[in-house]
């Protein structure tokens, strides 16, 4: 039937739209042509006083979708316009074509599966999130970042469609028989030795559900709900949760004939594998980490595993292990490592660093659990150097308004993980940095297979979210030496409330805080599923916090509350 | 010559204002965020409804046979 | 049925982690070693001078305190374990041998442990100044570099701590002699349970899970000769004329300390006849056969890992073959049906109770009821519904089947 045409809804809108029209001419009337001309040249200042922006009011109600884009000033406004969004538009499809092997296979996948149908489309609008109030060398780094995210994914799921059976009426293609599905945390870099013949990693999970997480945050809870309703209680890990329902969803590709799971990071990672052997029903290799990592003792133990591992593939594809294909890569990789430090050493030691809080996290993540597999990781790098040290040179503070300097610890909410740009806009904390980030922190020496094979174990170990989430309390209590490292006079502190590991650290936490005097804030969250914790919740916990607690006034209170409940 | 000349300025005067358009066009879907909006209340809405109402296996009807694959167990 | 001599000896025993028997063993200048999981080789523990008592905390309804460091959304075993501790309960405890077998546990436990670091206050919870506590890292598959994993860390984790700060003798001999005596346990207990499997039982579920925890939680050579002596008095046990329970099952799931919890299936008409859970006989009471060609040590660490049906097990193979075995077990104790109940807050078996629900009943033909539980369980209506339910069923089945 079709929707019956509400006449005095319209109406409201369009008196909305009047008042809101009269309300903006009244102001530019007010403001006098100077301020008019410097806001419209420079966009409006980031300030609580009468003039200042007021980003909340940009979202439409429940949506959050924009009533319209931010005006950043004219040179912003252009360079975000053409720069970020139709520059990731026309990516979008040029990606595409440079990925895969038939485009008409994308728009085939596109139709068979939810993740990528509701996930690809809003892209531009999770830059939008992350970006959002950004200025300058802040929006144009970070921007980058995003730019090689989203190019990774493109890749990926390029990879499961050239791949995936379903695509091509049942056959198993060349590309089939070059892709090698493993856990999306099992890193990219125990990979790396099969590369040279065209092997390609396949993170089952990375795109159907973690990078779905960040960009349509509904989609996810299609494949919760589904490993719930064969009986599984709603406790367990929500991440494992939705790693199991993609199977139980029938909603991945049949893209490669073997399959590595991974016991990182917790329990629900080994259990997932139980429903998603039963569902794949290939041939499958168990890669476990050790988990008293820390035990010198350990490093033998998983030297073998990772052997066998690499003997299954060369078994069971016919692939071989190359020497030469793991150093090359494994040297980018360091390089990228090397970038990072450098990165780190300007966002620890100055004011100068331009990459926002979100944009930081996930580009990290992202890129050293999906490894070297195209060059977007370093070319973003590269850019993102440069506009660095063009700030360090000029003195630029690409977040002027930073009232603290935080650190994020445990693992964020992939929902919201945007968080920082928000709490940045309406508090002014500026995430440094966090716990997802510094995993991994190593580089692997290629002297000698010995050598290699040492490095590769400890990487592998230092998994996330196995080393400070789940791991011994050695490393979880780092968070203080980075806190100092870093220069943070604040600690966030998320609290996945289905982590088992963090929530049995939950006490301890406390009584450091206290006994440490350390400003942190908790913020709950459940990890892929905003229906436990919503988005405004986290806001008002950090707004009690801020106002309560520290007794600060908000940068911008049009942010303090508003309702996006529905928003991707 | 002359009017060669003038066919090729009306020609640049046509396609500047093509251009402008153009980005003005740009422009307004871009400051309005009409992209975002055709996607929320449009092609979402289309493609889950399309999902939801997809024909899928029942995987619970999958086989699991107990001695279907060996132990991968190697000498290394 | 005549009541068993020992029965309430036993059910008072189990009031307590530190019992009498404990005390009794302590006084003998004997080391109290905790553990709480299946893959610390319990056989270890009860080597000369010291003895192995598997952690409960019976009747902790309320952890408070442990809830504010655990939070309340890890299992309530642990946590319960957690406020014992914080109480005292563990104070007689000279070393916990801990293993990271699953997160909630391994969090407890590190609460237990010094740590020496600048980063965070230790809490010494054991106040006992001797106390230690040490971890073992436990391998996810059992395969051949499973099996030297284990055993090294075993040598070093579990022994020559057990060496250096009490003495004790780690020699082969030794080792030969705790396996001896661990061997004579599980001969007396497989022997009780064997009872389970005759068409009249002579013993109830609630009996055996008693007994099997006695031989838990106390000193082995204090418990033996009450368990000899039960296993001689189970000879002549006569069964009931009148068969008083309307269907067997197979209790399987994660871990169950609570014999009530038993007793509440036997109440609904249930008979458990078969205990696959943590803290249950068959795999702990399996018997180590010593292989001379390889060391005692190395016999212990593969026998732990080829006889756990733990779902932390991650090889494709082994996932298969637990189902399988779980299977099997209800066949071979004749059972109707198979009960997999998981604590709440288990990952593991969270996962492996959805599986097996489904695979037991499409795959075996073996009706599951699949219950989600807490560490104390004893007044739950609602289980009470679920079982009673679950009895009915299975008699209706019977029915159609014409049985």
């Known amino acids: 039937m079709a929707k019956k045409f509400d006449v005095s809804k319209m109406k409201e809108k369009l008196a909305e739209k009047k008042n809101g029209f009269e309300k903006t001419v009244t102001e530019l009337k007010a403001n006098g042509f100077k301020k008019n001309a410097h806001d419209f040249w420079y966009g409006k200042p980031h300030t609580a006083e009468p003039g200042g922006r007021r980003l909340g009011e940009l979202y439409e109600d429940k949506t959050g979708l924009l009533k319209h884009r931010e005006w950043r000033g004219v040179k912003d406004t252009l360079y975000y316009m053409y720069m970020i969004w139709g520059y990731n538009y026309v990516h979008m499809i040029t990606d595409i074509l440079k990925y895969s092997n038939n485009p008409i296979d994308f728009i085939k996948g596109t139709w068979r599966y939810r993740w990528m149908g509701q996930t690809y489309l809003p892209v531009i609008h999770w830059f939008e999130r992350g970006l959002q109030g950004t200025r300058g060398e802040a929006m144009r780094a970070s921007a980058w970042h995003y730019r090689a995210m989203v190019s990774a994914s493109i890749q990926q799921i390029c990879n499961f469609f050239n791949a995936d059976t379903r695509l091509h009426n049942g056959a198993e293609n060349d590309a089939y028989k070059h892709s090698i599905y493993a856990n999306e945390t099992t890193c990219g870099t125990l990979f790396y030795p099969f590369m040279d013949e065209g092997y390609k990693y396949i993170p089952i999970e990375m795109i159907p559900y973690f990078v779905t997480c960040h960009v ?26 939705a790693e199991a329902g993609i199977f139980v969803l029938d909603d991945v590709p049949d893209a490669s004939p073997i399959v590595i799971t991974c016991n990182e990071a917790c329990d629900a990672s080994v259990s997932t594998s139980t429903l998603q052997d039963w569902f794949a029903d290939k041939p499958l290799f168990a890669l476990p980490i050790p988990m008293q990592f820390d035990d010198p003792l350990v490093k033998k133990y998983c030297m073998k595993e990772i052997e066998e591992m690499w003997k299954f593939i060369e078994d069971q594809t016919g692939a071989k292990f190359s ?91 992939l929902y919201f993980s945007n968080w920082c740009t928000w709490a940045y806009n309406c508090w002014g904390l500026n995430v440094i940095i966090n716990m997802d980030s510094l995993m991994f922190d190593m580089e692997i020496r290629t002297d000698s297979y010995e050598n290699m ?54 006490g301890l936490f406390e009584d450091e805080f206290r006994k440490r005097n350390i400003k942190a804030f908790w913020l709950p969250h459940a990890l892929p599923d905003s229906r436990t914790v919503s988005r405004a919740e986290i806001r008002r916990q950090i707004n009690d916090y801020m106002s309560t607690v520290m007794h600060e006034e908000p940068l911008d209170p049009s942010l303090l509350d508003f309702d996006d409940s529905m928003t991707w | 010559m002359k009017k060669c000349k003038c066919r090729i300025a009306k020609f640049f005067l046509k396609f500047l204002g093509i251009f402008f358009l153009a980005n003005v066009a740009l422009f307004v879907v871009f400051f309005f965020d009409l992209d975002g909006k055709l996607m929320f209340n449009v092609v979402e809405p289309f493609l889950k409804k399309h999902y939801d109402n997809m024909e899928r296996k029942d995987t619970l009807k999958a086989p699991y046979e107990m001695n279907k694959f060996p132990k991968y167990d190697y000498e290394t | 049925m005549k009541d068993l001599k020992h029965l309430i000896y036993f059910e008072n025993l189990l009031q307590e982690a530190n019992n009498e028997l404990v005390k009794q063993a302590k006084a003998d200048g004997k080391r109290a070693i905790g553990y709480t999981c299946y893959f610390m080789p319990e056989v270890l523990l009860d080597l000369p001078g010291c003895f192995s008592v598997r952690l409960r905390a019976p009747r902790c309804t309320s952890p408070d305190i442990a809830t504010y460091y655990l939070s309340g959304r890890v299992c309530h075993y642990a946590r319960s374990l957690m406020e014992r501790a914080l109480e005292g309960g563990y104070n007689f405890l000279d070393a916990q041998m801990a293993t990271e077998t699953c997160t909630a546990t391994c969090r407890f436990q590190e609460h237990l442990q010094q740590k020496h670091l600048d980063s965070v206050d230790d809490m010494r919870i054991i106040d006992n100044d001797d106390f230690f506590c040490e971890f073992t890292d436990i ?55 064997e009872y389970r499997k005759l068409d009249n039982p002579t013993i109830t579920g609630y009996e055996f899970h008693v007994i099997q925890l006695v031989s838990l939680a106390c000193p082995k050579y204090l418990i033996l000769p009450y368990l000899r002596e039960t296993a001689e008095e189970m000879k002549t046990r006569e069964p009931d004329l009148k068969k008083n329970f309307r269907c067997k099952v197979v209790l399987a799931g994660s871990e169950n300390d609570d014999p009530d919890f038993t007793k509440l299936i036997e109440s609904c008409g249930a008979l458990v006849v078969c205990d696959r859970f943590c803290y249950g006989a068959v795999e702990s009471r399996v018997p180590i056969v010593l292989d001379e060609s390889k060391s005692v040590l190395r016999n212990i660490a593969e026998h732990y890992l080829k006889t756990s049906n733990c779902p932390r097990f991650m090889p494709q193979d082994e996932m298969r073959a637990r189902k399988q075995r779980l299977a099997k077990l209800a066949k071979d104790y004749h059972a109707d049906g198979v009960i997999i109940a998981s604590n709440k807050f288990c990952e593991y078996w969270s996962y492996e109770r959805v599986i097996d629900t489904f695979i037991l009943q499409r795959d075996f033909g073996l009706p599951v009821c699949s219950i989600e539980k807490e560490y104390i369980n004893s007044a739950s209506g609602q289980l009470r519904t679920r079982f009673q339910a679950f009895v009915e069923s299975v008699e209706i089945k019977h029915i159609q089947e014409g049985k």
């Open chain 3, 139 to 193: 391998p996810f598959k059992n395969n051949e570099n499973s099996y030297q994993h284990f055993e090294t860390q075993l040598r070093a984790h579990v022994l020559e701590p057990l060496n250096k700060n009490f003495g004790i003798d780690i020699s082969d001999e030794a080792l030969r002699k705790a396996v001896e005596e661990h061997n004579e346990v599980c001969r007396l207990i497989n022997e009780i349970g």
């Open chain 1, 323 to 413: 020497w030469d294909s793991m150093v090359k890569r494994l040297e980018r990789q360091n390089k990228l490592q090397r970038d990072e430090w450098e990165k780190w050493e300007v966002a620890s030691k100055t004011n100068y660093y331009p990459i926002n809080g979100v944009a930081q996290a996930l580009f990290r993540i992202f890129s050293t659990q999906y490894g070297i597999q195209g060059d977007f990781w370093e070319e973003a790098s590269e850019k993102v150097k440069k506009i660095m040290y063009k700030c360090v040179e000029k003195k630029i503070n690409p977040f002027p308004q930073t009232r603290h300097r935080v650190i994020a610890w445990s693992c964020a909410p």
């Open chain 1, 453 to 506: 094979l040492e490095d590769v174990v400890q990487y592998h170990m230092w998994a996330p979210m196995r080393r400070m989430a789940v791991g011994g309390m050695h490393h979880i209590f780092e968070l203080w030496d980075y806190q100092k490292k870093f220069n943070c006079d604040m600690v966030a502190m998320y609290d996945q409330l289905q982590c088992k590991g963090m929530q049995g650290v939950h």
């Open chain 1, 216 to 241: 349509n945050s509904h989609t996810v809870l299609n494949y919760i709900d589904a490993v719930q309703s064969i009986g599984l209680p709603g406790d367990p890990c929500p991440m494992c949760q």
